[in-house]
T-cell receptor, first 113, second 113 residues
Framework: EAGVVQSPRYKIIEKKQPVAFWCNPI?????LYWYRQNLGQGPELLIR????????DSQLPKDRFSAERLKGVDSTLKIQPAELGDSAVYLC???????????FGPGTRLTVT | GQNIDQPTEMTATEGAIVQINCTYQ??????LFWYQQHAGEAPTFLSYNVLDGLEEKGRFSSFLSRSKGYSYLLLKELQMKDSASYLC??????????????FGRGTSLIVHP
């Protein structure tokens, strides 16, 4: 069974440019998470989806970040415009439901110059 | 992550036993996860404790005390490949009525010969 797929794996952009990340969760997993992880830190939850509904998005900087999960499967996370402080690894994870163990994708390493 | 406390770094010798401690906020607590994360890779699930006590899974065991807000991960017969960051994550009830995973910053374990 395929795991969580993310693309791109690496992205380098200049500040003020837009960027988007894509995630395909494990088939049948209703819950999808987007995390941001800075070096030496644990993952920080940005947003959680239950099917196509966004819940727990209190940590998402809504002035520049947006996310969607159309049809309750794939999801995209967008930053516009990017700032230097957005440099981090963006992890997508899925689970069969709320409170279950999470399966993480390989992440997208974003560098903003 | 806020309210999760675990040591930043630990070192141990190959073949030895190491215990990684984690304390968390007990308010709204549902369960405690442990994940392993090798450098440059995504976290992988190790264990999930909901009830008090010790759960053993091969060389790894995890313990939980709900009343004390305390957990530990025990690694036996250490191998070089166990060098990684170990993330403690609590599942806690959020204001919206759902359970949100909160990660600690991780404990970097270095296993030396």
């Amino acid at each position: 069974e395929a795991g969580v797929v993310q693309s791109p794996r690496y992205k380098i952009i200049e500040k003020k440019q837009p960027v988007a990340f894509w995630c395909n969760p494990i088939s049948g997993h209703n819950t999808l998470y987007w995390y941001r992880q800075n070096l030496g830190q644990g993952p920080e939850l940005l947003i959680r989806y239950e099917n196509e509904e966004a819940v727990d998005d209190s940590q998402l900087p809504k002035d520049r970040f947006s996310a969607e999960r159309l049809k309750g499967v794939d999801s995209t996370l967008k930053i516009q415009p990017a700032e230097l402080g957005d440099s981090a690894v963006y992890l997508c994870a899925s689970s069969p439901g709320e409170g279950w163990e999470q399966y993480f994708g390989p992440g997208t390493r974003l560098t903003v110059t | 992550g806020q309210n999760i406390d675990q040591p930043t770094e630990m070192t141990a010798t190959e073949g030895a036993i190491v215990q990684i401690n984690c304390t968390y906020q007990t308010s709204g607590f549902n369960g405690l996860f442990w994940y392993q994360q090798h450098a440059g890779e995504a976290p992988t699930f190790l264990s999930y404790n909901v009830l008090d006590g010790l759960e053993e899974k091969g060389r790894f065991s995890s313990f939980l005390s709900r009343s004390k807000g305390y957990s530990y991960l025990l690694l036996k017969e250490l191998q070089m490949k166990d060098s990684a960051s170990y993330l403690c994550a609590s599942s806690q009830l959020a204001s919206g009525g759902s359970y949100i995973p909160t990660f600690g910053r991780g404990t970097s374990l270095i296993v030396h010969p």
